[in-house]
Nanobody, 119 residues
Framework: QVQLVESGGGLVQAGGSMRLSCVAS????????MAWYRQAPGKERELVAV???????DYSDSVKGRFTISRDNAKNSVYLQMNSLKPEDTAVYYC?????????????WGQGTLVTVSS
């Protein structure tokens, strides 16, 4: 069993900042890549940012320079610091974690947290 618990979403004004958190838990598990996805109304879910266990990161072009993904392996947590938010950032943000457990690869998803950016 691998569970992800997200927090930090809410309403924020354009130009403001918000920090999302995701805590993963499970037994006999090693967490590999961690990522944030988002899904805006009428849009497909898209990858926002990803971070490897070693700390390498990559971002979608739309958020590069504004968002920062980070992780704390000791806490099995991944974070998304969002700055200079725009209305088009409004979406449900999902935490995604790839993991190994008992010799098997798996993927876990958070249930999503809504980020609303007002103009």
């Amino acid at each position: 069993q691998v569970q992800l618990v997200e927090s930090g979403g809410g309403l924020v004004q354009a130009g403001g900042s918000m920090r999302l958190s995701c805590v993963a838990s499970g037994t006999f598990v090693s967490f590999n890549d961690m990522a944030w996805y988002r899904q805006a109304p009428g849009k497909e879910r898209e990858l926002v940012a990803v971070i490897t266990r070693g700390g390498n990161t990559d971002y979608s072009d739309s958020v590069k320079g504004r968002f920062t993904i980070s992780r704390d392996n000791a806490k099995n947590s991944v974070y998304l610091q969002m700055n200079s938010l725009k209305p088009e950032d409004t979406a449900v943000y999902y935490c995604n974690v790839q993991y190994w457990r008992l010799g098997l690869n798996g993927v876990a998803w958070g249930q999503g947290t809504l980020v609303t950016v007002s103009s």
